[in-house]
């Protein structure tokens, strides 16, 4: 595939086998490239540490979500139980806390499980229904039954014939352009 | 046990029942679940199973109407038995979800296997059942349109809900639990939507996908964050699964009504809410991987399994009954005494007979490791059980209320043609429903599927 434009996102490598895109990615990273990405069609071990990608904000924000559903529904429920509207039944204490854990506990779990899942899809910027490497006409098969590796050509080392032949030497199967448009 | 049996799991038991056919390459584990959405055509009996659910669905929808045009009056229901079918099939309903977060939650942190095939459409099933069960208590106001009050907004008389009693505990429990499955469902297909998008030729159909799987590309920083979610979600969903039907429980065990004033009631829920979801389940898988040819994704293994925990939860479930019973007696309490003696020789003894019948004696056949392997026996025997746990709730609800403090407050219990179209038409939702889902979805998960041809090739070598 030969492209006229200038734009080019990166090169892209096809593997066969989990085993082959991780021996690449490790490949790639020691001969100094810093702007990768790897892509499969399931999580496969040993990836995110071959890649270098650190601790993740996941857990962090599902905390903050949790903790924000907990406090905040056992402070509503105080607000509207013993501030706003109290009623006094038989000179009960308003502040009846026991009562008010099960919807404590389930607005935590609330909280905490919405933050998970937004806060996963935020920090991936998903939605995002176009990005270059569905230009690749074979990254159909990165859903299913292929494993890739993209190096952009923002990193500082990226050079496209120099790249290309690179990703070939690692035992890539296919080795295809990324155009950026 | 029966002689001949491999000890269990040991190596020798994982060959002859393995999670997955022999064979299998990602490719082709993808073309198989892919091609029931994407090119195979319309089964005939897709057609005409549709149909049916879809007239029964039909039925619940006239039921529904007529109810609101003429209000509660046309159920059963009367005082003292002011909740009859409605909260019967309520309880029933939403313990028939449990199972799917258990498999898809529990079963995911304890890192069992077997679980992978079942999740997707378990976790369907959990989400179908929670919509039919969600239905009962908002029709069971009398006035639906009026049940937003439950819900905490800022109203111009200041009034706020009732915090401190379990009906509101229960509206927030359940719509929490139905939340929480619905993202955990909609986060597991993710990658099998952007599949589908791939996959699909029409236009129409790569549009929908690719909408629905947001442009997911399997970007191995995403999948990084991805496993930290589905984790974390897993982690929230298993504690939730277990309130749920706890809360559900409150709303007889806070209650001063003999028979429901029992602290042993929020963990024999619990374990009846699972021994209900795996019969259905097992009444969902059989008749699934017969009709799509998926014996090699859903094989014996797993229909052993779940008849194993259905087995297990069976038990708790008969030590609550001895327990309740044991404890009515034990206390000396003598309304308690009266209704056990009720249970016995009441109005309503059949009920209590037949429910032990299913739910504690039928099951002990699951022992047999030949009855456990034969799919039509296990299919009987989980529709005995959904029936048995029914039962269940009925005994629960209505001998207690027709027989409380004061002989001049008993009462009788019959529903009406239009509390039995009510609960028929649920189960015609429940289907059509889980048919719309295997047409147009995966009903295996693909992404996990091929995670597991991974293990187990890695596993031979």
Not at chain 1, 65 to 74: D, Q, V, Y
Not at chain 2, 58 to 79: C, D, E, H, S
Not at chain 2, 139 to 145: A, E, F, L, V
Request: glycine letters at 8%; one cysteine or more; charged letters at 15%.
């Amino acid at each position: 595939m030969q492209l006229q434009r200038s734009h080019i996102y990166g090169v892209m490598g096809e593997f066969a086998t989990p085993e082959e895109l991780i021996h690449a990615v490790q490949k790639v990273r020691e001969a100094g490239y810093r702007r990768l990405d790897a892509y499969a069609p399931f999580p496969v071990e040993g990836l995110s540490e071959a890649l270098g990608l650190k601790r993740n904000l996941v857990p962090f924000i599902t905390l903050l979500g949790g903790l924000a559903g907990g406090l905040g529904g056992f402070g509503f429920q105080y607000w509207a139980m013993a501030i706003t509207y109290p009623l006094n039944i038989g000179g009960r204490p308003l502040n009846s806390w026991p009562a008010f854990i099960p919807v404590t506990f389930e607005l935590t779990v609330l909280g905490a499980a919405l933050s998970a899942v937004f806060g996963m899809l935020a920090l991936n910027k998903l939605p995002q229904p176009h990005h270059p490497v569905f230009n690749v006409h074979r990254f159909s098969h990165a859903s299913s039954d292929r494993f890739f590796v993209c190096i952009e050509s923002r990193d500082p080392k990226f050079d496209l014939a120099e790249t290309a032949r690179f990703l070939q030497s690692v035992h890539a199967h296919h080795v295809s352009e990324v155009s950026d448009d | 046990m029966s002689a001949g049996q491999p000890p269990f799991d040991s190596p020798e038991i994982r060959r002859l029942t393995p999670v997955i056919g022999p064979g299998y390459t990602y490719g082709s584990v993808t073309d198989k679940i892919s091609s029931i959405v994407l090119t195979r055509p319309t089964s005939l009996g897709w057609y005409v199973g549709f149909l049916i659910a879809f007239s029964l669905m039909g039925v619940m929808t006239v039921a529904i109407g007529w109810l609101i045009i003429k209000g509660v009056g046309i159920w059963g229901i009367n005082i003292p038995i002011g909740w009859g079918f409605a909260i019967v099939n309520f309880v029933w309903w939403i313990g028939i979800g449990h199972a799917g977060t258990l498999i898809s939650a529990i079963l995911f942190l304890l890192n069992q296997k077997w679980r992978t095939s079942i999740n997707r459409f378990a976790e369907a099933m959990t989400l179908f059942a929670v919509a039919c069960a969600g239905i009962f208590p908002l029709i069971h106001t009398g006035r639906p349109w009026m049940a937003f009050y439950m819900a905490p907004y800022p109203s111009t008389m200041g009034l706020w809900p009732q915090f401190r009693s379990p009906l509101i505990w229960d509206v927030f429990a359940v719509s929490t639990y139905g939340t929480v499955s619905l993202l955990f469902w909609f986060v597991g297909l993710i990658p099998d939507l952007a599949t589908l998008r791939d996959r699909s030729v029409q236009k129409p159909l790569k549009i929908i996908y690719g909408m629905l799987s947001m442009g997911w590309r399997g970007s191995a920083r995403h999948w990084h964050r991805y496993q930290s979610a589905y984790l974390l979600l897993a982690g929230l969903a298993t504690p939730l699964v277990l309130s749920v039907h706890t809360v559900v429980s409150f709303d007889f065990a806070i209650a001063i009504v003999p028979g429901w004033h029992t602290t042993i009631f929020p963990p024999y829920f619990v374990a009846g809410a699972i021994y209900s979801g795996f019969a259905m389940v097992l009444t969902i898988a059989i008749p699934l991987r017969k009709a799509y040819g998926l014996e090699d994704f859903i094989t014996m293994r797993h229909l052993d399994n779940m008849a194993k925990v259905m087995l297990a939860t069976g038990l708790i479930v008969a030590y609550g009954y001895f327990f309740e019973f044991f404890m009515s007696l034990y206390s000396g309490n003598k309304f308690d005494v009266f209704l056990v003696q009720q249970r016995l020789h009441g109005p309503y003894a059949p009920y209590y007979y037949a429910l032990i019948l299913c739910n504690i004696l039928t099951p002990q056949l699951l022992w047999s490791y030949k009855l456990r392997h034969n799919v039509a026996v296990l299919f009987i025997m989980a529709i005995v059980v959904n029936i048995g746990m029914w039962l269940e709730r009925f005994v629960i609800v209505v001998i207690s209320l027709t027989r409380d403090f004061v002989p001049s407050a008993w009462g009788r219990y019959s529903p009406t043609v239009w509390d039995w179209a009510t609960f028929i038409g649920t189960m015609g939702m429940f289907v059509t429903l889980i048919f719309l889902f295997v047409r147009v979805l995966p009903a295996i998960s693909i992404a996990e599927m091929r995670e597991l041809v991974a293990e187990t090739s890695e596993e031979k070598k």
